[in-house]
């Protein structure tokens, strides 16, 4: 809680100190307390102690009106009048400073009054009535979520249902989290007094939660301190050593940074292309990633270039130089302007790497892409106001705050979640992913997933609960099974059943590594077992009732001619039938086979290959004085021949009707043995026996042997049983190779 701030001049962590992201100097708040309790209140001027508050935020509104900021600086210093922080210095400065810094990365006027009255309510004796009545219910509404995020424990037991409240309040307005998590990082600025204990217990919450919701919010500015902050505190040792780091990169001759820097102006000067080129140096924790992964460390590894454009051609037309003027690393290269990530970040970046062997990054942006790349959805300003105001977009659009990517799939998949430590475990869950992948759809669109997701996650990412009847995927125009990872750039086609009744496999929440999937995994499963139960209370063992998945199987199995048995087993996606269920049927004449010169001997189609009219044929004498007739193809023909077997010419007889064995092979779900055998069946085709082999990654099998009274007929039985959903392919069996 704010009130638990303190003095930075007081003993504790040592601050990040060396090149900071913004020239503006950190506020001195002892200053600031007196300006707040000696400058002028009076009605027509601006008080001076929220004179550097105006001006930033008039560096990015010049024409804003400031008399709200004022009333609101008036109201809350005359309320906290007398409260004192833990230093020692007036409760005033605190939502100054907090305010200060959300003036700085570009917030409306209405976030920033919100912002000087955040502890208000929760702290003094105003009512959020007399702040509607004062300044509106925008303001009433952000206040009152600033302070229900203020008494948020996060330690305590109850934390996955308040959190949960936390972040339905802050989805309906973001700007309630911006001014969170501009509170936090001032209390994180200031927290040197705290027991270490405390400082640890506050900097871990930081850590596991608030940070990565600000990278989520695309909030770089506030995120990348507040990790420096966190990193001070819970790696005081690495901290020091990376500080040194630092400082020994500073007080070295030369640097590599500053020479590409110069060397990219003088290019893009030739080439007539405007631009403002800046040496952005990487934060202590970006420093230290780059030390683990890299070692030793070298001049160009303690920061990147930063190209600042003002049209989006033009950031093509810098990279486009640097590739042809100097030696590029392609495989750095990364376009996120036409793909943007998931948080609003939009940039292309690339690397260049000089004689000597170091490699330089780049990042080429335009300046409205590199405002919202450091403030995110604070930059996007008020969206409740009507268009052509302050916070429309500078392309005249107008851009929406209060649903960021993320943060509206999360209020998508919190409603849906079934209890709160379901919502609290899967959040974590995906807070801890900090890397997103896109990957494309067949009609254009994207999708933003995890790093690691899957297919099943994709499905639910594009179909919500939909999803359900998903039967399959092709990646990159191949077929793969909803298990398959997927990979930056992929393009997925999902292919999708029609029976609404579909539902998941158990198995799928093996495979599902966002939120979004797995909640609706978990409910739609819990819906059924509920379902079961209910059928069990009621005495579990009556008949099917009609419609009932068994019984359609059951009749389908009777239209096709095959007896269905005792328990018929349909097969359902990820419910494994019996290994080698077979179904026999009535069976009837093959196709008739004359054996060349000898009339009257008896000849039979030979079960490996399953020749048909009009197949290429061949035959070899076997025991009894029998004929066996296979493919010409037919592995078996070559082993027979080596065998010295005695081969006979065969050829068609009269008789059309014939016996072969299809494979079917398919994405498992519910009813399709069913669709198959009514499939078949309609083509007027009798099954003499089935197989169906255990599902293995979402994908069965089905070996049909079929009677067919015409073998003419056989491109159109296929055909009907590939129109059949889930069934992507159906072949002839294959000859097996020789020692098979």
Known sequence: MSADATNPAAPGPVVPVGPRRRARPRIDLRRLGRAALLGTTARDRLPDAIGHVAEAHRAHFPETDLEPLRRAYVLAESSHRGQMRKSGEPYITHPLAVTLILAELGAETTTLTASLLHDTVEDTDVTLDQVREQFGEEVRYLVDGVTKLEKVDYGAAAEPETFRKMLVATGNDVRVMSIKLADRLHNMRTLGVMRPEKQARIAKVTRDVLIPLAERLGVQALKTELEDLVFAILHPEEYAHTRELIAENAGRPGDPLTEVAEQVRGVLREADVPAEVLVRPRHFVSVHRVSRKRGRLRGS?????????????????????????????????????????????????????REDGQVVEVLIRTHQMH???????VALGNPYAPPGEEHSASDGERADPTRPGWLSRLLDWQRAAPDPDTFWST????????????????????????????????????????????????????????????????????LMGQD?????????????????????????????????DQVHDAGGDAAPAAGSPARADSAAAARAGADPGPSPVPVHAGVVPPAGLDVPGAFGPAASVVVVGRPDTAARL?????????????????RGGMVTVHRAECAAVARMRNAGRAEFGVRWGENAACRVTLLAESFGRPHLLADLT???????????????APPA????????????????????LMRAMRNVPGVYDVSRTQPQPPGV
Not at 500 to 518: I, Q, Y
Not at 606 to 622: L, N, Q, R
Request: net charge negative; glycine share 8%; aromatic share 6%.
């Open 697 to 716: 990654q979402q994908r069965v099998r089905h070996t049909y042997t079929l009677q067919l009274p015409d073998a003419a007929g056989l491109p159109a």
């Open 427 to 494: 959040l974590r869950e995906d807070l801890a992913q900090d890397r997103e992948i896109t990957v494309f759809r067949p009609d254009g669109g994207t999708l933003g997933l995890p790093e690691g997701a899957t297919c099943v996650d994709a499905a639910y990412a594009q179909y919500g609960e939909d999803a359900h009847a998903c039967i399959g995927a092709r990646v990159n125009g191949r077929l793969a099974t909803l298990s398959t990872v997927l990979k930056d750039g992929d393009t997925v086609q999902l």
């Open 678 to 692: 009514e499939a078949i069946a309609l083509e007027g085709v009798e099954i003499v026996s089935a197989t169906v």
């Open 371 to 377: 405002k919202v790349a450091e403030a995110g959805v």
């Open 301 to 353: 590894d303690f920061g990147r270039l930063l190209v600042l454009v003002n049209e989006d051609a033009d950031c093509y037309a810098v990279l486009g130089e640097l590739h042809t003027c100097m030696t590029p690393v392609v495989s750095e290269f990364k376009d996120f302007i036409a793909v943007p990530k998931f948080n609003l970040y939009q940039s292309l970046h690339t690397a260049v790497a």
């Open 500 to 532: 609404p009744a579909s539902e998941p496999s158990r198995e799928w929440l093996d495979h599902a590594h966002t939120p979004a999937a797995r909640i609706a995994i978990q409910r739609r499963l819990a819906t059924r077992q509920s379902a079961a």
């Open 606 to 622: 030979a079960g490996c290959c399953t020749p048909v009219p009009p197949d290429e044929i061949t035959g070899f004498a076997v």
